[in-house]
């Protein structure tokens, strides 16, 4: 590995000599593998063949792994039973379980592709609800699908810039900005990071990540929290930044206990709690956070809705049309939803949070909300994929057809699969080891696979 030379006097002026080739050798090390089970769905017990090494310290669900499998022909990996997280970056859990004890509506402000959005969906109070965002188009929709396999329903997912946000003010509980870096972090598991680096880099990236901070501030509530954090180890962006939020917002630092982590160290400047994995102490990427509280001397006031005036940036607008009553039956809690129509789809949005949804749909693009129920075509009602994928779904709705392994991956494929001539007609469920893996239209003669094109396995099977 060939550091560059600016990177190599910025670690050492920060580390010092003896400790810098420590944290270079570490970096020649290889990357660890780590995951996180999606409790809603799944146990330790049962994915153990993963060969769990040890879990992370600092995530009750987190787990480090003897060596990488292949995760793309693992079913219950599509099944949303788990999801493949850097280690360090699992320690945000401890801010989550520290300081938020009753629910919150969330902002995941660069969260593609979701790691810690699923994170933070597990660990907040039940009744929370997450607003999570990529300003990447392609990004995310791949964040909208690892929501969708996490089984989300209180939840929007949103494809827009910082900026787009300032008009919602004060309408954020907590605020995640893992703010886009120079990617330090990334020189072990990405040789391209390193080829990308360079000093005048890590200058824009500080301005950029103050600019971000300033277009998010106005939407977080007073009193409310801001996690910060990124993937470098230089001070511009990780210190400097956290300097900035204190002495233009007049911020809080708020602390984390670590008396059981003593792998994490502390910062490097000035007297902040704030936190840094570095790969030559901790089993993981390098990584920075530190927790913000605003002042709750600011007078509140909260966004209020003016559909009237508001600008829909959604490029289709919506098409009432009747909601067919069978749907209620589909989901376990259908009091607690309201079923929406959206062009041709229906989708179900938690209740408590409809002013919610309806502020966001107001001002910002929305590429996922809520679950996803059906699709109207001709007089045919097509239950949608995020509906299989979805926790609140009503499984004794719906005929389930057990696969195994082979099977399970050919539906995966979006390849044909032949049922027994007792399989009923009509949308069935394909399962595997019990988890819902997608939908099957059968049709007598043969079976219409129902998995969405955009997500197949394109790999040759192993």
């Known amino acids: 590995m060939n550091l560059p030379k600016d990177f190599i006097e910025q670690s050492q002026a920060i580390l010092g000599e003896n400790e810098f080739k420590a944290f270079e050798e570490a970096l020649k090390s290889e990357t660890p593998v780590s995951i996180r089970i999606n409790e809603t769905k799944t146990s330790a017990d049962e994915i153990a063949y993963l060969n769990m090494s040890a879990p992370v310290k600092w995530s009750l669900t987190g787990y480090y792994l003897t060596e990488r499998p292949s995760f793309t022909f693992d079913p219950l990996f599509h099944a949303g039973n788990y999801y493949v997280q850097e280690a360090s970056s699992m320690f945000i859990e ?52 690892n929501m969708t396999k996490w089984g989300a329903s209180h939840c929007i997912v949103t494809n827009n810039a910082s900026e787009d946000f300032t008009v919602l003010n004060h309408i954020f509980d907590v605020i995640l900005t893992d703010v886009p870096c120079s990617g330090e972090g990334m020189f072990r598991k990405d040789p391209v990071a390193i080829e990308e680096w360079s000093a005048a880099n890590v200058v824009m990236c500080a301005e950029r990540q103050r600019d971000i901070l300033d277009n998010i501030w106005p939407t977080l509530k007073p009193g409310g929290l801001l996690i910060y954090s990124t993937c470098t180890y230089n001070l511009a962006e990780n210190e400097e930044n956290v300097h900035y939020l204190v002495n233009k917002y007049n911020a809080s630092v708020l602390p984390l206990d670590t008396t059981g982590y003593p792998e994490v160290s502390d910062g490097y400047k000035y007297d902040y709690p704030v936190y840094r994995f570095m790969p030559h102490k901790t089993q993981g990427e390098g990584f920075f956070m530190a927790v913000l509280r605003k002042p ?9 809705l003016k559909e009237k005036k508001a600008k829909n940036k959604n490029k289709s607008k919506d098409v009432a049309i009747t909601v067919p009553k069978e749907l209620d039956s589909w989901l376990q809690n259908s009091h607690l939803y309201e079923i929406n129509s959206v062009n041709d789809k229906f989708v179900a949005i938690p209740k408590a949070y409809m002013e919610l949804y309806k502020a966001v749909q107001s001002n910002l693009r929305i590429v996922k909300a809520g679950i996803d129920l059906a699709t109207v075509k001709g007089k045919d ?9 979805s926790i609140e779904i009503n499984r004794d709705k719906f005929h389930i057809a057990e696969v195994n392994r082979e099977t399970a991956l050919l539906y995966l494929r979006k390849e044909a699969i032949i049922f027994d001539e007792d399989t ?31 997500w197949r396995i394109r790999s040759a099977i192993k």
């Open 94 to 145: 401890q801010a989550l379980r520290r300081y938020i004890s009753a629910p919150v509506v969330y902002l995941d402000l660069c969260a593609a592709p979701g790691g810690k959005t699923t994170l933070a969906y597990s660990v907040l109070p039940e009744g929370s609800f997450v607003v999570c965002n990529e300003i990447m188009k392609n990004r995310s929709n791949i964040l909208a699908e």
């Open 381 to 389: 009602l097509i239950p949608e994929h995020a509906l299989a994928m």
């Open 424 to 454: 009923p007609k009509g949308y069935i469920m394909i399962a595997y080891n019990n988890h819902i893996l997608g939908w099957m239209k059968n049709i007598g003669n043969r079976a219409n696979n129902l998995y969405p094109q955009e």
């Open 296 to 304: 709750d001397t600011e007078d509140l006031q909260p966004y209020k």
